[in-house]
């Protein structure tokens, strides 16, 4: 029994410690030099991650709809490196996503690292959404971080090396009351994420998923709000911009790029977040009825199903002392559009 004891200690000391050479050679990875594409990258949290991997010698890539958004972007990002490469990309469009992938390679070479950040976020009860909410939340958080994979996976097939960010949400893992398309649309993203670490082991690609709460990004104004929009944009701006409750835009980015530095299959970013993420799997119908409990308090579901922007549905109490936070970072992060 001691010598099989002392097999199995010893084993379990081998797997210990190639554990920890694997984490080692892991926290080795360096951003210098590589290419990055960054869908959603000309504001917001992608303009963040974008500015720290410009500070790290990485060679920046980033797409967006907007072309004066992008120029922006580019004359912020000359101050943390070089020039990046703008691509005016609509990443519904399969052949956009593929023209843009190949511009990137003609210009870098290569995509080293491709981080699906575009996303988007429309609020409001269930009553209020159509189909079309569904299939637009679908088409971009979902289906155009699909497109991206589809058009950098060849390349980093062919090289056995590539890192692949895909940035789902809290929402991906906890279902949201008034933001059902967006957690329907996260949720799928998480599990096509998680599928496809799995299956790109082998071709030597790492795939690691980001589950963030809230940050202070600057993104409510940009967001779509339905229902009573004006009461919907105060809550949802009002808690986006809470210490304790959000993280700044700068320390999400921080602990997005060291997941993917590591390789990480995941990260939950903040306290909350994490938190919650435990109750769900530890105690799902406690987090059921917290939820329940929580949709409440939120604007009652008769306000009809115009969509408005963030900048459309402000009100005495949205901006206010209480979003001071979440103002500050949309003027630094070109969200004032």
Partial sequence: MNKLNRSLMGLA????????Q??????????????????GGSRGLGLVLARMLADEGANLAICARNQEELERAADDLTDHGNPPLILPCDITKPDQVQDAVRAVEAHFGRVDVLVNNAGTITVGPMSSMTREDFDEAMNINFWGA?????????????????????????????????????SASKFALAGYSQTLRAELADDGIVV????????????????FFKGKHER???????????????????????????ACRRGDAEAVLSLPAQLAVIAQALFPEVVATLTSLANRFLPSPDG???????????????????TALTEKAARENNELV
């Fill in 13 to 20: 000391a081998a797997g210990v410690a190639a554990w920890l």
């Fill in 22 to 39: 694997c984490r080692q050679s892991r926290a080795e990875y360096s951003f210098r030099d590589r290419a990055v594409l960054i869908t």
């Fill in 146 to 182: 699909y497109h991206a994979v589809e058009a950098v996976l060849p390349g980093m097939r062919q090289r056995q090396e590539g890192r692949i960010v895909n940035i789902s949400s809290i929402g991906g893992k906890v279902g949201v009351p008034h933001l059902m398309p967006y």
């Fill in 208 to 223: 690691t998923t980001i589950y963030p709460g809230l940050m202070r990004t600057g993104s409510p104004r940009n967001a």
């Fill in 232 to 258: 919907e944009y105060a809550w949802f701006s009002i808690s986006d911009s809470l210490p304790g409750l959000t993280i700044s835009a700068e320390q999400a980015a921080s602990d997005i790029i060291a």
């Fill in 304 to 322: 009809g199903s115009e969509k408005k922007q963030g900048k459309e549905s402000q009100s005495r109490l949205s901006p206010s002392f209480v």
